[in-house]
Nanobody
Framework: QVQLVESGGGLVQPGGSLRLSCAASGSIFSIDYMGWYRQAPGKQRELVAIVTSGGTTNYVNSVKGRFTIPGDNAKNTVYLLMNSLKPEDTAVYYC???????????????WGQGTQVTVSS
């Protein structure tokens, strides 16, 4: 089995910063990608940022220039560095990873439990 454990959410004022962390553990041969999604009340879950094992990144337009997604392949960990936070960034943030458990297996997607980020004065 594979587990994704997130940390780093909380309450921050507009214009502030937060760092989210997501660590993958368990039966892992390789990780194809890791990413962050978010879901605000009454809205669909959306992709925020993603990084592939090769280092390619992609961001939703609304966070470009404010968020970055560095990864640490050696630790199977991905971060989400969030700057210039806005009230509309308020959501539950979920980590997702595409993981191969053996050399011959097809990658499966795994989700973390989510961490709340609230941007409010």
């Amino acid at each position: 089995q594979v587990q994704l454990v997130e940390s780093g959410g909380g309450l921050v004022q507009p214009g502030g910063s937060l760092r989210l962390s997501c660590a993958a553990s368990g039966s892992i041969f390789s990780i194809d990608y890791m990413g962050w999604y978010r879901q605000a009340p009454g809205k669909q879950r959306e992709l925020v940022a993603i990084v592939t094992s090769g280092g390619t990144t992609n961001y939703v337009n609304s966070v470009k220039g404010r968020f970055t997604i560095p990864g640490d392949n050696a630790k199977n960990t991905v971060y989400l560095l969030m700057n210039s936070l806005k009230p509309e960034d308020t959501a539950v943030y979920y980590c997702k990873a595409g993981v191969r458990r053996t050399i011959t297996s097809i990658g499966d997607d795994y989700w973390g439990q989510g961490t709340q980020v609230t941007v409010s004065s």
